[in-house]
């Protein structure tokens, strides 16, 4: 009994030097395939309204295969007496014999949900959809929302911002007009007052929504004003008469 108390407290000893205990205490550590990250253009419309696009996928995906293999491995620790009195801590792995599988390539469409006001950079996961490894959990697969350009609208944050072409006319006296936005609804734009060339004028809550919220940007609009190629003597003496 006292001999088997000692070896107790000796092998105690050494776990306290060497680190660890048994296999009962060593901590199981999972694997895990690799992440794959996808870049994904969204359009503004889809960015603005909410959406869905569906992306072609391909992955490996694991088969069975013919044959055995290794497999559950873990390491064992256990102590050797070396001497009267003396231990030696050994680790010895030790490994289970599974069926073979082998890795094929397959390809599907992912449908992957856009939702309103998500901003650049933002991801939407698909939990362990990535890379599989054998003996492990996969990796996960994640799209990474990028705004594809744009013809009309440019967006910074949570703002829009786009730019008018008025005539000269219109610049000077004012005018009537519309533009569409992107869920096509109508943007009164009309003004009375002179408008200047370069001119920005701001559109509240006419932006970019909020990703999770009800709030939303502000759209910037610059004027551009188009002048004439030329003049005839009579209608620039009538500009003179008028301005001057």
Not at 85 to 98: A, R, Y
Request: proline share 4%.
């Amino acid at each position: 009994m006292k001999q088997w108390c000692l070896l107790v407290l000796i092998s105690r000893v050494f776990c306290s030097f060497f680190g660890g205990g048994g296999a009962e205490e060593e901590e199981e550590r999972i694997v895990k395939g690799d992440d794959v990250i996808v870049e994904l253009d969204a359009t503004l419309e889809d960015l603005y309204m909410g959406g869905s696009l569906k992306v072609w996928r391909e992955k490996n995906i694991l088969k069975p295969a013919p044959g055995k293999r290794r497999c559950n491995c873990r390491n064992e620790v256990y102590h050797r007496q070396i001497g009267p009195g003396m231990f030696q801590q050994v680790t010895e792995q030790v490994c289970e014999q599974c069926p073979n599988v082998k890795y094929e390539r397959e390809g599907y469409f992912v449908t992957v949900d856009i939702e309103k006001g998500m901003q650049d950079g933002q991801e939407v996961l698909f939990y362990e959809d990535g890379e599989p490894i054998i003996d492990g959990e996969p990796g996960d697969l994640r799209f990474r929302i990028r705004t594809a350009p744009h013809d009309r609208f440019r967006r910074e944050g949570n703002n829009l911002y786009t730019t008018i072409t008025i005539t000269l006319v219109q610049a000077l006296v004012g005018f009537e007009k519309t533009i569409k936005h992107l869920d096509e609804h109508l943007v009164d734009i009309s003004t009375k007052a002179v408008t200047k060339p370069k001119e920005v004028k701001k559109f509240i809550g006419e932006g970019m929504p909020l990703h999770v919220s009800s709030k939303k940007g502000d759209l910037f609009l610059t004027f551009e004003v188009l002048f004439p190629k030329s003049l005839t003597d009579d209608q620039k003496l009538m500009i003179k008469e008028i301005l001057g």
